[in-house]
């Protein structure tokens, strides 16, 4: 079997790009002051679930007005601890998008669950009007992805998932701080996951990820369960598992938190900038920008033609230009060989894979940096390199 660990060779690959998705070395210039804490954790021996993890949920809970925050181990865990909370099992039905991270349709897997994928619109959130037909005796819940930081039209999902009676959980791990008619994503469903990946907009040293619930039951029993279901030290309540947010890494949360505002203005800046600027060119199609909502621009994708030409042209002029994602989830192997999927049954998202660029729009890039970008893109469109 080959080495599965490519991460070590894609970070080296990663640095030679001159304007790079990554920025973490930059983020965390100031690491001192958090080694300063992690001292002061050492010595207090406060290792799990203590007092840095309360008061990240805390804070996090009160910045995108929820109820209740329940830290645990990854993005992926808050979304398998959802279901699992939520008392989906033995082969339940969840509707999602195939155009989305894999982790959200692990843990449909891992919670024993079984995706129903409905197709696309072409703002790459599931298309509302596609779901009710896709709707069966099993499914019991809806799972949304707001991609790149663009919240799903929640008002035609809630409709019908009160009208079939079904969960509706968000996987909001692009759209920590988003907002739609001032409501924070994670507050549409009855549960908002999140993830604290490096390369997530507020983001720690490792992995580590939230969930919010304005329900103080499913919040309870979120508490118990990624925590052993223990209610005292020798009393389980419930089976729960072991996926703690660690406090380590709720210590940088915690020094990062502050800035996140911040963080998403800048990029909101960035991705205006190139809107602005990339509109005039016509083999590039940005999605509509929705009035009364803030897109967080976890990712700045927009559809290109001769996508994967222009992807390598911008890599040999040192931008880390990525196609965000290539294959859709219905379309990989444990997919197609465990539920039969096939190319054709969701044309938006096949579309969107193979069309999809994203560009590089964190805080960190500079103006100077962002028109080199422009120039490089219209460059390739007016030259005959492309033909
Ligand atoms: C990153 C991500 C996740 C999973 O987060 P991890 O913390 O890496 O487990 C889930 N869904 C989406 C859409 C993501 O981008």
Redesign the pocket.
Known sequence: MKNTNFLTKQYLHNKKFNISHNYLSNQFSDYKKIFKKIEKLIKFNDYTLGFEVEKFEKKFAKLINAKHCIGVG???DA?YLALKALGLKNNDEVITTPY??Y??INAIVQADCRPNFVDSGKDFNINPDLIEKSITKKTKAILV?HWSGRICDMKKINQIAKKYKLFVIE?A??AALAFKKNKYAGNFGDIGCF???PL?NLNVWG?G?MIITNDTKINKKLKLIRNHGLINRNNIEVFGVNSRLDTLQAIVANHLLPKLKNITMARIKNANYLDNNLKYINQIYIPEREKNSREVFHLYCVQAKKRDKLVRFLMSKGIDAKKHYPIPMHLQKPSKQMFGYKKGDFPMAEKLSDETLSLPVHEFITKKQLDFVIDQINFFYSKKINS
């Open positions: 990854s993005g992926t979304i989305t991270f982790a959200t992805v996987d791990c692009h993830s604290l990946h997530k992995d990820g």
